[in-house]
């Protein structure tokens, strides 16, 4: 028989400025019997909140966040995340679009999110790539212009002189990788 498990609420907030105690009073309103926190911004994948609930959960547990926005900034982000939980046998609930991945129609909505955004990525490779065929069909040259001459050549100088191509880059402001490229292709010739 498969274990009964615990709901641990999971609540973040982007600034210091921002407070939780309103998704904090929703989670345990929804059973949440432990709620972990953060304040960090979507953005950083350092989260240490959600590392120790998913550290503490065990499966059957499920996490509860009030929107899907609190647990991840992307679709992408948010489906693997979700694919990990999965992994632990932890479930997932989202109160505000009442989703519920331990139903098999909860599950089968997020697998529809998971579609719909693969369908997306792929529209979005198609039309670039239309793009750069329109581009290339007038005539252009998709992709950044090539460096002047006289930049490479100081690249090459500073680097017969000492420099790495990694410190050089950084005097002629061009990138890194720019600069190990251009000073592998003279090398090859």
């Not at 615990?6 to 907030?13: N, Q, S």
């Not at 972990?36 to 120790?52: M, N």
């Not at 329109?134 to 460096?147: N, V």
């Not at 000492?162 to 880059?169: H, I, L, N």
Request: proline residues 3%.
């Amino acid at each position: 028989m498969k274990r009964q498990g615990d709901i641990l609420g999971y609540a973040r907030v982007s600034t210091t400025d921002q407070d939780l105690s309103g998704q904090i009073t929703r989670l345990k309103e929804a059973g949440a019997i432990r709620v972990f926190e953060d304040v960090v911004s979507g953005k950083q994948f350092d989260r240490p909140g959600l590392s120790a609930l998913i550290d503490h959960a065990r499966p059957g547990d499920s996490l509860a966040i009030i929107r899907l926005d609190r647990l991840g900034r992307s679709l992408k982000e948010l489906l693997e995340t979700v694919e990990n939980l999965k992994d632990q046998d932890i479930g997932l609930i989202s109160l505000e679009e009442r989703i519920d991945t331990t139903s098999a129609a909860g599950e089968l909505i997020f697998h529809v999110f998971g579609a719909i955004a693969h369908f997306e990525r792929r529209l979005i490779s198609e039309r670039t790539k239309d793009g750069i065929q329109a581009a290339r069909m007038k005539g252009k040259k998709p992709g950044r212009p090539p460096l002047n001459p006289e930049t490479v050549l100081a690249l090459q100088n500073l680097v017969q002189a000492g420099m790495t191509a990694g410190q050089a880059s950084k005097q002629l402001g061009i990138a890194r990788s720019t600069a190990y490229r251009l000073i592998k292709e003279t090398a090859e010739t």
